[in-house]
């Protein structure tokens, strides 16, 4: 069955594709916006697939979605072109190289977070071999052109790419959340933030996009997204008017009253503007939103909150994760500092304030998740959170 009725202001229309007998049939009304799918209960059931892939060909299910995830791709590909093209020291070919794995990690990245279809599971088993297999290639490939492969990053990118998509290969026959997910999690975060993974970028040199952690986002939303997904995650690009508010509204809850309050008294910052351009503000945005708020949001609230609320209940989930959300700071030494003595094994640093503001923080990214369902809408108060910091006081984020 291969047809399709569009009308005007929208129509009824069918995703062409094999239909089996048995099987069930979607419509779609399209406008400028959405599609949205018509529960039509007096037609058979018919499903679409591909008969001969063992992926489903993924289709842009929601049109807002994809509009948001295409727009922002074309913003992110126009600002590391020309971020990239900037750098010194490399060959204008390998800088080249450089941005054509950043755009399609990216457009891996932005794809995964569109609605519909494309986030539909993957049944085949042998699907974190695949991904293992292209994430790994890739990289090996770049570090040879690049000039910077070594055993050591190899066996590392094993490691840390090999591990976590092996034990999903391993569990994949086992319901989450489980032990499986609890691997996982670990495998992934803690060699990361232990700061054990190769030290690719994008091109080559400082200035340049980690390899790793880019791919790592990826590599979480195929596993959470496609081969084992969990339930109501909130992997969505766009934010609808209500959660735009919620955010907003958390945002001025915890800055005002609590966060600028606090970081006075401790010392954490001291008030202080820099000037800067409109484009250095637009770079700090988009890599605070996608590289570092989406990513712990993704990790602290997607994952680790969402798997402990399976067990514990809403409020004792939020807890936890929020401390160890602001634990996860500890490795960043901004004082005022206390120093724990372990008495021949020497003392531990602990940035104090703001372990105690960054776990408030997670208490308030966590509620926005709660009352969203959108792991955008906890990413962008995120966002304005370290903006506002790094905007109006001395350098320091939370």
């Not at 979607?26 to 039509?40: G, K, R, V």
């Not at 060959?91 to 755009?103: G, H, K, Y």
Request: proline share 7%; charged share 10%; glycine share 10%.
């Amino acid at each position: 069955m291969e047809s399709g009725l569009m009308g005007r202001g929208g129509g009824v229309g069918v995703i062409p594709g094999v239909v089996e007998k048995g099987s069930s049939i979607q419509f779609y009304t399209a406008c400028p916006f959405s599609i949205q799918a018509l529960d039509l209960a007096s037609y058979p059931q018919i499903e679409f697939r591909d008969k001969g892939m063992p992926f489903s060909l993924p289709y842009l299910g929601s049109s807002r979605s994809a509009l948001v995830a295409v727009i922002t791709w074309c913003i992110l590909a126009v600002f590391a072109s020309v971020h990239m093209m900037s750098l010194e020291g490399n060959p204008l070919w390998l800088r080249m190289v450089a941005l054509a794995i950043f755009a399609c990690l990216m457009g891996l990245y932005l794809g995964l977070m569109v609605e519909g279809p494309s986030q539909e599971p993957i049944s085949w088993r042998w699907a974190p071999v695949i991904v293992f297999l292209a994430c790994y290639g890739l990289t090996q490939g770049y570090s040879v052109l690049a000039g910077q492969w070594s055993v050591a990053d190899a066996l590392g990118g094993v490691a840390f790419l090999g591990i976590p998509l092996g034990l999903v290969f391993l569990g994949r026959s086992r319901p989450w959340p489980g032990w499986v997910d609890v691997a996982v999690i670990l495998s992934l975060w803690l060699p990361y933030e232990a700061r054990l993974h190769p030290a690719l970028r994008l091109p080559p040199g400082s200035g340049g996009v980690q390899l790793f952690k880019l791919m790592l986002i990826v590599v979480i939303l195929i596993i959470y997204v496609r081969l084992r997904p969990i339930p109501k995650l909130g992997a969505k690009l766009d934010l609808d008017r209500k959660e735009f508010r919620i955010a907003l509204i958390y945002f001025a809850v915890f800055v005002v009253p609590i966060a600028i309050p606090f970081a006075m008294l401790t010392g954490f910052v001291e008030p202080g503007m820099v000037p800067r351009s409109a484009f250095e503000y637009s770079v700090r945005i988009l890599v605070t939103l996608f590289f570092v708020a989406l990513p712990e949001e993704l990790l602290f609230r997607g994952l680790i909150q969402n798997q402990l609320m399976n067990r514990l209940g809403e409020r004792p989930a939020l807890v936890i994760a929020s401390i160890l959300f602001g634990l996860s700071h500890i490795n960043n030494l901004d004082p005022p500092l206390v120093y724990l003595q372990f008495g021949a094994l020497g003392s531990l640093p602990v940035p104090w304030a703001y372990l105690i503001l960054a776990t408030i923080a997670g208490l308030i990214y966590g509620r926005v998740y709660l009352k969203t369902g959108n792991l955008t809408a906890a990413a962008f108060t995120h966002t304005l959170v370290d903006v506002t910091w790094w905007t109006f006081f001395a350098g320091s984020t939370s």
